[in-house]
């Protein structure tokens, strides 16, 4: 196996293993368990060795979260990420990973995740967040009642006033996720819905109906990046990290310039760039989609088509494969979902996808895909973008 270096500068990292935890309902399991779950089953997708893993990035778990959760997991990282930006975390500690690879800060780095959300809900042990606190500058718009998903809420809403989006078009987001998870055994909800089930579903916060929102769900997952050196060794193909990109554009809703675009706008120019290629050599999208509009506004903003065009694209069914495992809005959402889409991705460039998998036009396997999370309400964004060669 290859032996620990600091002096390494410039190596191409892979990731090397990924899994998924128990996800959907779980009652029986602590969030420490599908954290260890994952892991497990991320290692052995890997064929590596536990000993490898120098690097522990953790977010969104106990005090101390990087440290509490390497002592449940038995692991002495002389790396550690606690990066915590919502649900951008994981594509931000995946650039922060590569980077210290890359460096030879570190050889092998697990990014691991794992929360029983909708089981506490269930149990009482927790209640719905109203807002996220109200200090420093959320001091001033948390007494007038914002709550997380009215900010997206007004947010689409300026989007829908200056280019005319409209309310079908959002809901097309909600009915191609569900049918990207009819075909996933994994996903939490199957069931196809329609333009019409969304519209007519209990309005949540103007324009959001229920199933404009993302589901509530446990479940946990983990990436294992690793050093090029590796690869050899590893049960796998690589997929690797090409380019990433991160960015954060507000927290105040009036510091916002515009809300018609998301800070995805500079991680995906950043990441597409680093990575040497264009937008529409992608093959495919795994998109944070706590609602609708996040789905739309990102395509914009990733650079898929033009700003104020994201609800024409997405009535163009199939010119660009999204969410294939149907996303947080139909598969899964257990917090911070954005190591899931990692995950996605990885599995599609592999040609493991459980249900919808994607394919060239030659009917080869996918060499290029990006995954974007976004944070808080348009607060944050990391990008990556992801290849095959």
């Known amino acids: 196996m290859p032996t620990t270096s600091r002096n390494r500068a410039g190596r191409r990292v892979a990731v090397v293993g990924i899994s998924l935890s128990d996800c959907?309902?779980?009652?029986?399991?602590?969030p420490y368990t599908l954290h260890a779950q994952a892991a497990r089953r991320a290692l052995a997708d890997s064929g590596l060795d536990r000993s490898v893993i120098d690097g522990l990035a953790s977010a969104g778990l106990g005090t101390l979260a990087p440290v509490e959760v390497a002592e449940y997991l038995g692991l002495r990282p002389r790396w550690v990420d606690s990066t915590a930006v919502g649900?951008?975390?994981?594509?931000?500690?995946?650039?922060?990973?590569?980077?210290?690879?890359?460096?030879?800060?570190?050889?092998?780095?697990?990014?691991?995740?794992?929360?029983?959300?909708?089981a506490d809900i269930k149990a009482r042990r927790r209640t719905a967040n109203l807002s996220f606190g109200a200090r420093g500058p959320?001091?001033?718009?948390?007494?007038?009642?914002?709550?997380?998903?009215a900010k997206y809420a007004m947010a689409a809403r300026r989007h829908m006033h200056e280019y005319g989006t409209t309310l079908e078009q959002l809901a097309e987001v909600a009915v191609q996720a569900r049918a990207n998870a009819a075909l996933n055994p994994e996903a939490m909800f199957r069931e196809p819905i329609t333009v019409d089930e969304v519209l007519d579903g209990p309005m949540i916060a103007d324009p959001f109906t229920k199933l404009h929102c993302c589901i509530r769900s446990d479940g946990g997952c983990a990436v294992l990046l690793a050093a090029e050196e590796y690869v050899p060794h590893t049960a796998k193909a690589p997929v690797w990290i090409l380019g990433t990109g991160e960015h954060v554009s507000h927290t105040s809703m009036s510091q916002w310039e515009d809300f018609t675009v998301s800070p995805a706008a500079v991680s995906g120019r950043l990441a597409f760039e680093r990575a040497g290629v264009r937008p529409e050599e992608i093959d495919l999208a795994e998109i944070y989609d706590a609602f609708t509009y996040m789905t739309l506004v990102t395509l914009e903003d990733l650079g898929f088509c033009a700003k104020g065009e994201g609800g024409p694209f997405i009535e163009e069914k199939g010119r660009l494969p999204v969410n294939t495992d149907g996303g947080g809005l139909s598969a899964c959402h257990p917090g911070m979902r954005g190591l899931f889409l990692l995950v996605e991705a990885v599995r599609q460039l592999r040609g493991e996808a459980s249900g919808l998998q994607v394919r060239r036009a030659d009917g080869s396997l996918p060499e290029l895909a990006v995954a974007s999370g976004t944070g808080g309400w348009f607060c944050s964004s990391g990008t990556v973008v992801l290849g095959r060669g």
């Open 138 to 149: 959320l001091q001033f718009e948390a007494p007038h009642g914002h709550t997380l998903i």
């Open 87 to 118: 649900g951008a975390t994981w594509e931000v500690m995946a650039a922060h990973a590569a980077d210290a690879i890359a460096a030879g800060h570190a050889n092998a780095v697990l990014l691991v995740y794992g929360s029983t959300a909708r």
């Open 24 to 30: 959907g309902r779980v009652d029986e399991a602590t």
